[in-house]
């Protein structure tokens, strides 16, 4: 019992370790810049959850961020590693941009088919690593990485020809914007703030219970755990393999429509590689420890460091990457317990014949 209680210690307490230490260390680059860290902290901080506006613009970036992340969450948890949230993202926003631009009727439940086909897209664009990896055993890892190049010059293509909106600036690649009725209700015109950030939160929270109860989210958890245990279990490894990463896929899908029918509007030229929704999202991911609603606390602090970065920009002068700097210093120092867990298992998995060998030589 006693053990037990100091491993969930351990587990909640080593992400506010990283996150103190990453701060710490964002604080010493301060200094070396000769700005006064509990100042430039507290501007920051007030930037980004005390003040309605900017607490607004953190609740708005953080949806697409932990959607992303909970995405990774499921595939990971499972035991696949899916690094190509980012592509995913593009597929489904671009498939959902495509209905709800050129679908005839305009209307609240076109919204629902836009979000079912971008859903769709981004599930089946998780399908091809999978089937490669089942297939002719091609690494998910590798697969997954790759295809975010190709997808983004695929889906960048579109914004600058066949449907490059050519009724405002010629020079940006962007698509036209969807018509009102398909758009998330927005609180103020002075403020990004809409309901999509509400129905972001409900998601999470349904993925959460669902992966705690159901039998797919024990069957998931087993699999990540020891798939040939899992697999003498009973368990079919190859069809929750698929089940996963589709899920993976569509959530990322959902993901970028919340993005762009509560946010943008339209589909970007990369709107998201270089907002980096899907890396933040990992990184949020492994400070929480694959769990969905941590997963979602922490996308709304970094989405808050982010926003707090662009205040201190334009009030004090520091460079927004700051906020950079203290992301990935926390997520290194996770990283480095995660490191540490997987030696630890190496150790666990020794191979019997070794152990048989090391009971002769004891006798």
């Avoid at 671009?94 to 005839?104: G, K, Q």
């Avoid at 040939?228 to 959530?251: C, D, P, V, W």
């Avoid at 990992?282 to 922490?298: E, F, Q, R, S």
Wanted: proline share 3%; net charge positive.
């Amino acid at each position: 019992m006693t053990m037990k209680c100091n491993r969930k210690f351990v587990t909640v307490a080593s992400p506010f370790f990283a996150i103190l230490i990453g701060l710490t260390f964002g604080a010493a680059v301060m200094i070396a810049v000769g700005t006064n860290p509990f100042s430039a902290y507290r501007q920051m901080f007030s930037k980004s959850f005390f003040d309605i506006y900017y607490l607004g613009q953190t609740l708005v970036k953080s949806a697409p961020i932990m959607l992303s992340g909970v995405a990774a969450a499921i595939a990971w948890r499972a035991g696949y590693i899916n690094l190509g949230m980012q592509g995913q993202m593009c597929v489904g926003g671009l498939c959902a941009t495509l209905v709800a631009l050129f679908f005839p009727v305009k209307s609240w439940w076109v919204t629902i088919l836009c979000f079912c086909v971008g859903m769709t897209a981004g599930a089946i664009w998780a399908l091809i690593p999978t089937y490669l990896d089942y297939k002719f055993d091609v690494s998910i890892i590798i697969c997954t990485l790759m295809m975010n190049y190709a997808t983004n010059f695929l889906t960048d293509y579109f914004v600058s020809a066949p449907i490059k909106d050519t009724a405002g600036d010629g020079l940006a690649m962007q698509s036209p914007q969807i018509a009102e009725a398909l758009r998330f209700y927005r609180f103020s015109p002075k403020n990004a703030m809409n309901t999509s950030v509400f129905l972001s939160i409900a998601v999470v929270i349904l993925i959460a219970i669902f992966l705690k109860k159901s039998k797919f989210g024990y069957e998931s958890k087993m699999t990540g755990l020891n798939r040939e245990f899992a697999r003498y279990g009973g368990i079919k490894s190859t069809k929750i393999m698929f089940m996963t990463m589709a899920l993976s896929g569509a959530l990322c899908g959902f993901a970028a429509c919340i993005e762009i029918f509560g946010a943008r509007y339209r589909y970007v030229n990369a709107m998201f590689t270089s907002t980096s929704y899907s890396w933040t999202g990992l990184m949020a991911m492994l400070i929480a420890d694959y769990n969905p609603i941590m997963t979602m606390v922490y996308s709304i602090f970094l989405a808050g460091l982010a926003i707090g970065g662009q205040a201190l920009q334009r009030s004090v002068g520091l460079p927004m990457q700051i906020s950079d700097i203290i992301q990935c210093s926390i997520t290194l120092f996770v990283s480095i317990k995660l490191l540490f867990n997987f030696q630890k298992l190496k150790i666990n998995k020794k191979p019997n014949h070794l152990e048989r060998d090391e009971e002769v030589e004891h006798e």
